[in-house]
């Protein structure tokens, strides 16, 4: 009897898919399937089918569990979708901006000790609550100070819930750490993305239920770690940045290299990340997502706008840039629909330079826009692409206008149009070293820019590759001096841009008065599915050791299965007022005479909670993990022999981690 588990990774361009043997960390089946970003359900149901089609031999009861990394919640955050949220804000107002207009401010809050420094109002924040009500579909409470404190915030999430019966969320329950602004963020960005989150786990229970497969669904946190599908329907902020999360998992798995550089390129962006110990670098502060500032712990991914995806231009006056827009590949827009060939051939050669516009670009229909008032010239181009797409030279025809005075803008900025023109994945085409698609469009796009860059075809491909490999090659070098400790990035200073350029160029020349070399000795695991095509080159640039894993293309699917459960519950011990110690927890504050006292209390109930989290991921065994930390400060001037007479208590920080896998023999 085998134990499997399916692992499914929706990214931006593609939804990635593995059946993985996890005994013996093999890959039984594996696809890559189109993402439908308006439905993403569509794309799962194509990836279930293809995996179970490719593994037709195994038994469902094999399946040990589904897991899923996704971009939902990123996604959400940067473009502000999701749920009205209503705020409730006890003891103070805000400072900054928030992420939703409706918010209330109540009397309450507690000290920096946890006690209670001013009254709760329950009246206030009854009638806060039933203003609000028919205004938001969910609700966050926020308390001054309240992870020394969850008492007032419980009240308040209590009264919510028996008003309105709508999901609500506690700041307290999010994140144990101060920084008021930042708390409440999250604790209103976790209520925004519940019924999201919800919507999601309800079509993917449906879909993997209708095939038969009884296995629990696990999701993948930010941190690369696994959560049952209750604690992501509860505290979903936890999955942004899931899908890079799920990468380096993915990467570590098939490489085995536990200390690296591990780097992604997938459709839309590169991402970067760093493995110490098996384990990727945490963002110290917070995951920042959409602008906002979170205490969500995530792994600290780098990312730039350059992916398989990204736009290649060239402007009027010949200057090359790639990305960071995302558009479809004319390759892969061909291939779907052949005419677009013979329209992009009706170009004339004079028209490459002569237009502002970049001449190989077609637009494609999404949706019907939304929310605007379209001009007459606006609707007439959709109305030309509704049933089908076209080049821009073909509507401009159609419309008798220039196509440099096409009004379509707009209707990409609000997504009711996506544009086809020449990407790296094109580039590939013509190369060959990628061959999924249609090859002529590809060439035709290249032979289009290459006029406009004033070379032949060939020193355009090669100069386009030479820019990729640096970018990539700058990205890593930057991210691993951000790890030495460089204060800023290199990559925005002029100076060192300047010697990246030297050190990274695509010719060593010997006329130099000077030559500027880098050698990089983590070693670098590339995975995605481009990876073959650029990370020899940029390997060499970099004078780095390269793992290009098979499978590479799956690698973020794989990435869902290969996480362990890992519950951590912070436990802080502080001094008292007027002696003795408090133990401040998840949801509760407690006084102890003695410290053995207070340490023992905080041991056994932070060892209590995680092992109870643990339980509602997985009902495999668990190992607990206590790591404490006393820190004191030092008074006066004292011998060796009595310097610990001389220290003062200032606080306990005990961390207490219920760490397993994620699965049970047990179905």
């Known amino acids: 009897m085998a134990n499997l588990a399916l692992g499914i990774d929706t990214g931006g361009t593609f939804t990635d898919g593995v059946i993985f043997d996890l005994d013996r960390s093999e890959i039984i089946a594996k696809t890559k399937v189109t993402t439908t970003r308006h439905n993403l359900t569509l794309a799962i149901d194509r990836c279930l089918d293809d995996l179970l089609s490719e593994a037709a031999q195994i038994n469902f009861d094999w399946i040990k569990m589904v897991s899923l990394s996704t971009t939902l919640a990123t996604n959400a955050i940067v473009e502000g979708q999701g749920a009205e949220v209503g705020l409730i804000l006890i003891g103070f107002e805000p400072q900054q901006g928030l992420p939703t207009p409706h918010f209330a401010c109540i009397d309450g809050g507690c000290t920096i000790k946890g006690k209670i420094k001013t009254a709760l109002d329950l009246q206030a924040a009854e009638r806060a ?25 419980l009240q308040v999430q ?25 708390r409440t963020v999250t604790a209103v960005l976790n209520a925004r993305l519940m019924p999201l989150i919800t919507d999601l786990m309800d079509s993917v229970k449906k879909s993997i239920t209708a095939r038969g497969i009884k296995a629990p669904l696990m999701v993948v946190r930010g941190d690369g770690s696994l959560i049952s599908e209750k604690v992501a329907r509860e505290k979903p902020i936890e999955t942004i940045l899931s899908g890079p999360a799920a990468s380096i998992m993915g990467a570590l798995t098939l490489t085995g290299v536990e200390d690296g550089i591990v780097v992604d390129v997938g459709g839309t962006t590169t991402d970067v990340a760093v493995l110490k110990g098996g384990r990727p670098s945490l963002n110290k502060e917070g ?16 990312t730039i706008g350059l992916g398989g995806d990204s736009l290649v231009q060239v402007s009027h006056n010949g200057e090359l840039s790639i990305g960071p827009q995302r558009v479809f590949p004319l390759s892969w827009a061909a291939s779907h629909y052949p005419y677009l060939v013979d329209e992009l051939k009706e170009i004339r050669e004079a028209d490459y330079t002569l237009w502002h516009t970049q ?26 692409i509704r049933e089908s797409p076209h080049t821009l030279h073909y509507i401009s025809q159609k419309m008798r206008k220039e196509v440099d005075l096409l009004p379509w803008h707009r209707l990409v900025s609000v997504g009711s149009v996506h544009r086809a023109s020449l990407t790296p994945t094109d580039i590939l085409h013509v190369t060959g070293a990628f061959t999924l698609w249609n090859r002529e469009a590809a060439e035709l796009g290249v032979k289009m820019l290459s006029r406009r860059y004033r070379a032949e075809a060939d020193v355009f491909v090669e100069r386009v590759l030479e820019e990729i490999y640096f970018s990539l090659a700058a990205l890593i070098a930057d991210r691993l001096a951000s790890e030495q400790g460089a204060p800023l990035s290199l990559l925005q200073e002029e100076g060192s841009r300047f010697l990246f350029r030297q050190m990274l160029g695509d010719k060593k020349r010997k006329d130099k008065a000077t030559e500027f070399f880098i050698k990089v000795n983590t070693p670098l695991v590339a995975v995605g599915a481009p990876a073959a095509a650029y990370f020899p080159a940029v390997a060499d640039k970099l004078d780095a050791s390269l793992f290009l894993p098979e499978s590479a293309e799956v690698a973020n699917a794989v990435g869902t299965v290969s996480g362990k459960t890992v519950e951590t519950v912070i436990m802080l011990i502080k ?7 408090v133990v401040h927890g998840p949801g509760s504050r ?14 056994e109930e932070g060892r209590k909670e995680a092992l109870e989290r643990a339980a509602a991921t997985t009902r495999a065994k668990v190992e607990v993990l206590i790591d404490q930390k006393d820190k004191y400060t030092q008074v006066g001037q004292g011998s060796a022999e009595d310097g610990a007479a001389n220290r003062v208590f200032i606080e306990s920080v005990l961390e207490i981690s219920a760490i397993g896998r994620p699965w049970s023999d047990q179905i």
Do not use: C
């Open 129 to 153: 609550v039933l203003e609000l009500k028919d205004k938001v579909d969910a609700f966050a409470v926020s308390g001054y100070l309240s992870v020394r404190n969850p008492s007032q915030e």
């Open 575 to 581: 001094p008292g007022d007027g002696g003795g110690f």
């Open 287 to 302: 995951a920042r997502v959409g602008g906002w500032l979170t205490r969500v712990k995530a792994a600290e991914i780098t």
């Open 359 to 384: 001449p190989a670009m077609a637009l494609v229909f999404i949706k019907e826009p939304l929310h605007i008032k379209l001009t007459d010239s606006e609707k007439q181009i959709i109305a030309l």
């Open 158 to 182: 209590k009264l919510i819930r028996d008003l309105t019966g709508y999901p609500v969320v506690a700041a307290h329950q999010l994140t144990t750490e101060l920084g008021l602004q930042e």
């Open 590 to 603: 407690e006084v102890f005479m003695t410290f053995e006292e207070a340490v023992a209390y905080a041991r």
